[in-house]
């Protein structure tokens, strides 16, 4: 697999997605947490879901229960508590790993196209990955970096005018 648009994954719901539909679209991919300190960060997410959606920005959260166990809740758990705290109408996805044997194929391409100087792999919660149109060029923002940090690249990415 070369691009992530050659990959499919599980909604929260147990549908399939196909990345192929999102082709020339910049994703903003991030793997989530419900009972993290960074929780709050879902309401930043949803906040560049909407301002640039229509412009062709694509955020897509995928919930992972690796780090101190912060989402322990079942996918329909996690997915209404996203919508009825945050109002997070973006695309959640089944709970995955993005460490380890078992993780995500996403995750992996993702960690892969973003080499980290230390190590490739996820150190918390709230990592984000910024794809590019081409569905091969990664930025990887680490869970400090708040959503409203990552404007300016998303808008070069899109090539749009600052709103």
């Not at 590019?132 to 680490?142: F, H, K, M």
Request: hydrophobic share 35%; aromatic share 12%.
């Amino acid at each position: 697999m070369t691009t992530i648009y050659d990959f499919k994954a599980l909604t929260s719901n147990g549908k399939e997605l196909d990345f192929d539909q999102f082709r020339g679209k910049v994703l903003l991919i991030v793997n989530t947490a419900s009972k993290c300190g960074f929780t709050p960060q879902f309401a930043g997410l949803e906040e560049l879901n909407q301002r640039y959606k229509d412009k062709g920005l694509v955020v897509i959260g995928f919930p992972c229960n690796q780090f101190a166990s912060q989402d322990p809740g079942s996918d329909e758990e996690i997915s209404n508590f996203c919508q009825i705290n945050y109002g997070v109408t973006f695309q959640m996805m089944k709970k995955i790993d993005v460490n380890g044997k078992n993780a995500d194929p996403i995750f992996q391409f993702l960690k892969d196209r973003s080499k980290n100087i230390f190590s490739d792999d996820i150190k918390w919660n709230f990592t984000k990955f910024l794809v590019a149109s081409d569905g091969v060029t990664v930025r990887r923002y680490a869970p400090t970096v708040k959503p409203s940090r990552m404007r300016k690249d998303i808008e070069e990415m899109l090539m749009v005018e600052a709103v």
